[in-house]
Nanobody, 118 residues
């Protein structure tokens, strides 16, 4: 069974950092492009970052560029999203997925809540 599990969310003050993890079971994550998405209350889900299979090239949305870093550890079958200089507008449920576009074939994790507040 293909499963993605996100972890690492929580409450952090503005300017703080969090590292999210996306761990796969039932399949080898390295074979997939892995996307990070987020959905804030009352807003549509949006793409945040993407890391390709193979050469590990990365993509970032303009809103997070320079603050977030995506990486993968194939030995642990895990993709990470390091989030620095967090802002209140980063508050959302963060999801990882087996793709970087909204496609019916993509598998999603259950999400992890990130709250940036003083």
């Amino acid at each position: 069974q293909v499963q993605l599990v996100e972890s690492g969310g929580g409450l952090v003050q503005p300017g703080g950092s969090l590292r999210l993890s996306c761990t796969a079971s039932g399949f080898t994550l390295d074979y997939y492009r892995i996307g990070w998405f987020r959905q804030a209350p009352g807003k549509e889900r949006e793409g945040v970052s993407c890391i390709s299979s193979g050469d590990g090239s990365t993509f970032y949305a303009n809103a997070v560029k320079g603050r977030f870093t995506v990486s993968r550890d194939n030995a642990k079958n895990t993709v990470y999203l390091q989030m620095n200089s967090l802002k209140p507008e980063d508050t959302a449920v963060y999801y990882c997925a087996t793709g970087c576009e909204f496609d019916p074939s993509v598998s999603w994790g259950q999400g992890t809540q990130v709250t940036v507040s003083s």
